[in-house]
């Protein structure tokens, strides 16, 4: 604590300023406007997905970066939605990859055990299924990654990978456009279902299905894979 005193204190007598505003100046500023590219935010839930289907718990991995490039993007719609009353400025906050990208975990698992219930006839496949439905719905998934497995699966790693990146594209788009505002709201991601987005943007409830809509679009992407399994 001395230390630091003393170099706050340097660093406001020589330059003028607090090491709390260089940090946020050289850092935290630069942070948040790259976290408002949609290839930055494609990227990361890219790799997050990966390593995912190497084993690696990819969202607590990439959890850091996340929390560092948006806290900033979501206190700012917070400030301008909850405070001053006007629409949110930041189209990307954590929050749309859960929304949008995740909806029963990563790589929006939900679709994939509802793809096992429509064409699977293994009955293992089935009771993994019934087992890991409810704790989907609250976004843990894991029972599902290495259960039947995810994990190092290429047939079921195609949908896995890919379907996240696509579904926040489309939520980051239609945010952009802003049928639905940038959400101003935190929820811990047990909290997020398919349709929570009503509470996390402040906004009316007809306009906030679009997680519903992604969820049933990608389902066909999972039937394929648990068709090709099931033979």
Request: net charge positive; charged share 10%.
């Amino acid at each position: 604590m001395f230390i630091f005193g003393i170099f706050s204190y340097l660093t406001l007598t020589v330059l003028g300023t607090t090491l709390k505003d260089i940090i946020n100046t050289s850092i935290q500023i630069p942070l948040t406007s790259l976290g408002q590219s949609p290839f930055t935010l494609i990227l990361i839930t890219l790799i997050s997905q990966v390593l995912w289907f190497f084993g690696l718990h990819g969202s607590l991995i990439v959890g850091p970066v996340l929390d560092t490039m948006y806290s900033a993007s979501l206190s700012q719609n917070v400030e301008a939605v909850l405070v001053h009353g006007v629409q949110a400025p930041n189209a990307i906050t954590r929050n749309i990859i859960d929304l949008y990208g995740m909806a029963g975990g990563s790589g929006a698992t939900l679709a994939l055990i509802t793809a096992i219930f429509i064409v699977s006839k293994r009955a293992d496949y089935r009771e993994l299924a019934k087992l890991s439905l409810m704790p989907g719905v609250f976004q843990i998934n894991e029972p599902v990654i290495y259960g039947l497995p995810i994990v190092l699966n290429p047939v079921l790693a195609i949908p896995f990978i890919i379907i996240p990146p696509i579904m926040v594209t489309i939520g980051w788009f239609f945010t952009k456009s802003d049928p639905i505002c940038g959400t101003c709201l935190y929820c811990p991601t047990v909290g997020r279902t398919t349709n929570s987005e009503y509470i996390l943007s402040y906004r009316r409830k007809s306009q906030c299905h679009l997680p519903i809509h992604l969820y049933i679009g990608f389902i066909s992407s999972y039937l394929y894979s648990i068709c090709k399994l099931s033979k």
